[in-house]
C-alpha cells in the first residue's frame, strides 16, 4: 500500500509541475494546483483529461 501513496505523490507533483509551467492564468494555474492537492486521485485524473496544457502544439493532420 505505501508504494500506491508514493506513486500518487508522485503523479500528483509531476501534474503540479506541469500546470505551473502551463501558459495558463495564473487563476487557472492556483485552482488546478489546489484540485490536485485537495483531491490527489480525482484531481489527478480529471487534469489528465482536461487540465492545462504546455506550450507545445501539435499540428493535427
Known amino acids: ?7 500518487v505523490l508522485l503523479l500528483d507533483i509531476y501534474a503540479i509541475y506541469n ?6 492564468s495564473l ?8 484540485g490536485i492537492i485537495i483531491l490527489p486521485v480525482i ?3 480529471v ?4 487540465g492545462p496544457r504546455g506550450g507545445t502544439a501539435v499540428a493535427r493532420v
Open 1 to 7: 500500500m505505501e508504494i500506491l501513496g508514493i506513486l
Open 43 to 45: 484531481g489527478f485524473v
Open 19 to 24: 500546470v505551473l509551467v502551463s501558459g495558463s
Open 27 to 34: 487563476g487557472a494555474k492556483a485552482l488546478w494546483t489546489l
Open 47 to 50: 487534469w489528465l483529461l482536461a
